[in-house]
């Protein structure tokens, strides 16, 4: 079952690379999601973790560029948002894969309220500076 469903409505930022890469990043929440909730093996939920954290750095780095390109007024902020959940994200990372961690509900209950609360306060910000 997803964790998490995109919808114009909730989640579109009218910014095309935008909206496509969080329907993307979306899909590999869900996947990861449905992997720890369902009992799979440690090395897939490991390797789907590792997929999703690398994705989130990518689509961050994307927004980070075409916010300075366009010289966005709340860039400081909205970076400093992004820099908080790659650090949560690499805690994570690191104590899976040492055994001292796992992908839980509450982990993925956390990512979805972070992204609740992220897109329509920071990223519709920038909708209209770089759509």
Not at 87 to 113: M, P, R, S, Y
Request: some cysteine; hydrophobic content about 45%.
């Amino acid at each position: 079952m997803a964790l998490i469903t995109w919808t114009a409505e909730q989640y579109g930022t009218n910014v095309g690379f935008a909206d496509d890469e969080h329907k993307i990043l979306f899909d590999k929440l869900n996947k990861l999601y449905d992997l720890a909730t369902s009992g799979a093996e440690r090395a897939a939920i490991g390797a789907q973790l590792d997929d999703l954290i690398a994705y989130v750095v990518e689509h961050f780095a994307h927004e980070e560029r075409e916010m300075l390109a366009k010289n966005y007024a709340a860039f400081d902020a909205h970076k400093a948002e992004h820099t908080a959940l790659i650090g949560i994200c690499a805690d994570l990372q690191k104590k899976f894969h040492a055994g001292e961690a796992d992908v839980t509900e509450e982990v993925g209950q956390l990512v979805k309220g972070w992204l609740d609360s992220h897109i329509p306060t920071f990223d519709f910000g920038y909708s209209s500076t770089i759509g």
